[in-house]
């Protein structure tokens, strides 16, 4: 059985960091591409950073580059997402995700971590 379990998240003041893991079990790890996306209240899930099975090429979104850092620890079968500078807009419910490298859709997902960013 697949599963994805986010942890790491809390309340932060604004302008510090947190860093998220995804540990993942069930599955070749290494054989994945990994997502992070985020949900705010009232609003869209929106993406947040990928990185590529081979974790060798990383993609943010504008409004975290630069910010926040995707990587991943195949030996620990663990996607960890580095967010730095936090601002009070990135409070969401950030979660993981992975697919199959070649296949489309991202169809394993985990629960979500809340992180709330203080002003």
């Known amino acids: 059985q697949v599963q994805l379990v986010e ?4 309340l932060v003041q604004a302008g510090g960091s947190r860093r998220l893991p995804c540990a993942a079990s069930g599955l070749r790890f290494s054989d994945y591409d990994w997502v992070w996306f985020r949900q705010a209240p ?3 899930r929106e ?3 990928r990185i590529i099975w081979s974790g060798g090429t990383t993609y943010y979104a504008d409004s975290v580059k630069g910010r ?3 990587s991943r620890d195949n030996a620990k079968s663990t996607v960890y997402l580095q967010m730095n500078s936090l601002k009070p807009e990135d409070t969401a419910v950030y979660y993981c995700a ?3 490298r070649g296949r489309a859709e991202y169809d394993t997902w985990g629960r979500g971590t809340q992180v709330t960013v203080s002003s």
């Open 42 to 44: 009232g609003e869209e």
């Open 7 to 10: 942890s790491g998240g809390g």
């Open 98 to 100: 992975c697919r199959l």
């Open 47 to 49: 993406f947040v950073a």
């Open 68 to 70: 926040f850092t995707i």
